[in-house]
């Protein structure tokens, strides 16, 4: 089970941290992603992290201002957000699979955590 916090209301050029942690386990085995929600909108990729953390995969709107990362006992993976605009307002998911290949894909992933949401004002 996964489980995503850190969300909350900023001013856009503002960070915020997510963290996924999952309960009973540790993320040592499975490859681990964010996926975001905005209102009226379909699910999108944001980010991904392999099974090793060495290899990490980034949504083009996201680039540059969003990191992802295990921390060294594999217990949470963190989603660093600097520079948040109004348009990065979703509610964002964690979510893992076993596996390193097709990342982005949402359908690739069997465990998803109940969502964290962030909303970015102008």
């Known amino acids: 089970q996964l489980q995503a916090s850190g969300g909350g209301l900023v001013q856009a050029g503002t960070s915020l941290r997510l963290s996924c942690e999952a309960s009973g386990g540790t993320f040592s085995t499975y490859s681990t992603a964010w996926f975001r929600q905005a209102p009226g909108k379909e699910r999108e990729f944001v980010a991904a992290i392999s099974v090793s953390g060495r290899n990490t995969e980034y949504a083009d709107p996201v680039k540059g201002r969003f990191n992802i990362a295990k921390d060294l006992r594999m217990e949470t993976v963190y989603l660093q957000m600097n520079s948040l605009k109004p348009e990065d307002t979703a509610v964002y998911y964690c979510?893992?699979?076993?596996?390193?290949?097709?990342?982005?894909?949402?359908?690739?992933?069997?465990?998803w955590g109940q969502g964290t949401l962030v909303t970015v004002s102008s």
């Open positions: 979510a893992a699979t076993i596996g390193s290949s097709h990342l982005s894909w949402s359908a690739r992933y069997g465990y």
